[in-house]
């Protein structure tokens, strides 16, 4: 099972939207709603962001939203603050036997 | 307050054995699988294991089975992740992660990580 395909890195000025893209296949990404994101800033450890596709948990800015379309999901950031600038990992369920198959991971860089 | 608190940082020998742990605190135990993601130096995040509450059932990636055991002691909260003959390449920080026992369910809490360091 390969991981699944985020852009190494994207940029935006603050009050910008960017969007991350997370490619996979019909065994995973395609074929669940199981697709979650997560923020991890240096040094400490990753923060859940969007579940079940586009759902955010409780504390999580509504800034942040997410999408899929077929094998691609997306995470979205609205109105980009400063301290959004962090790595962002998407993943999804492959399976019973495959419950988190993660993305390679993005940076954002805030201009 | 959910909690899942590590055992401390790790410095190894190749060929050494270790077993690291995570204890689950501010939340029903039973509800909720334990598993371990490891980071590499400079890496991404890949999940390696995951034990249910009674630690009856269990799921490993490809890639980490038959290398490391994850077990479960219900009767004190704790999951651990264990290697027999640890390696160079086993050099990470892991975090222990918790999900609730259902298909499809999010990681939703992460341990602060245990850095383990494999090095002659």
């Known amino acids: 099972q390969s991981a699944l395909t985020q852009p190494r890195s994207v940029s935006g000025s603050p009050g910008q939207s960017v969007t991350i893209s997370c490619t996979g296949t019909?065994?995973?990404?395609?074929?669940?709603?199981?697709v979650s994101w997560y923020q991890q800033h240096p040094g400490k450890a990753p923060r859940l962001m969007i579940y079940d596709v586009s759902q955010r948990p409780s504390g999580v800015p509504d800034r942040f939203s997410g999408s899929k379309f077929g094998n691609t999901a997306s995470l979205t950031i609205s109105g980009l603050q400063a301290e959004d600038e962090a790595d962002y990992y998407c993943c999804s369920y492959a399976g019973t036997n495959l419950p988190y198959v993660f993305g390679t991971g993005t940076e954002v860089i805030v201009l | 307050e959910v909690q899942l608190v590590q055992s401390g940082a790790e410095v190894k020998n190749p060929g050494e054995s270790l077993k690291i742990s995570c204890k689950g605190s501010g939340y029903t135990f039973d509800n909720y699988w334990l598993g371990w993601v490891r980071q590499m130096p400079g890496e991404g995040l890949e999940w390696m294991a995951i034990?249910?509450?009674?630690?009856?059932?269990?799921r490993y990636s490809p890639s980490s089975r038959g290398q490391v055991t994850i077990s479960v002691d219900r009767s004190i909260s704790t999951a651990y992740l264990q290697w027999t003959s640890l390696k160079a390449s086993d050099t990470a920080i892991y975090y222990c992660v918790r999900r609730l026992a259902k298909t499809g369910a999010p990681i939703d809490y992460w341990g602060q990580g245990t850095l383990v360091t494999v090095s002659s």
């Open positions: 019909s065994s995973d990404v395609g074929g669940y709603i199981f």
């Open positions: 034990i249910s509450p009674s630690g009856s059932d269990n």
